[in-house]
Nanobody
Framework: VQVEESGGGLVQPGGSLRLSCKVPGLTFSNYAMSWYRQSPGAPEKERELVAAILGNGGGEHYADAVKVRFTISRDNAINMAYLQIDNLLPEEAGAYFC???????????WGQGTQVTVSL
């Protein structure tokens, strides 16, 4: 099972992006899905959880700093999870990764992530 993230890019401060995460071959609805951010220059062990959603989509968790501006969602029919980012802040630049699980990383092999760059 391999995670595939996409949707990153260059955006101005205050802009929006929608990140996508596909996990083929997983019984998707059985797992919560989480999005993580790795800031530029930070090691992998410092990836921080920014949002998570339960397997049935019935519960969401957000880091305090991103509440209101980030929205996580999922489509279990096509094994996709999404992260809508609005009013992006410069300090939120980095590589964004997704992984099944909440509070636990299910897949030891991470995807390549998708890069978010915030600049004028």
């Amino acid at each position: 099972v391999q995670v595939e993230e996409s949707g990153g890019g260059l955006v101005q401060p205050g802009g929006s992006l929608r990140l996508s995460c596909k996990v083929p071959g997983l019984t998707f609805s059985n797992y919560a899905m989480s999005w993580y951010r790795q800031s530029p220059g930070a090691p992998e062990k410092e990836r921080e959880l920014v949002a998570a959603i339960l397997g049935n989509g019935g519960g969401e968790h957000y880091a305090d700093a991103v509440k209101v501006r980030f929205t996580i969602s999922r489509d279990n029919a096509i094994n996709m999870a999404y992260l809508q980012i609005d009013n992006l802040l410069p300090e939120e630049a980095g590589a964004y990764f997704c992984n099944p699980g909440y509070g636990v990383v299910v897949l030891s092999s991470w995807g390549q992530g998708t890069q978010v760059t915030v600049s004028l």
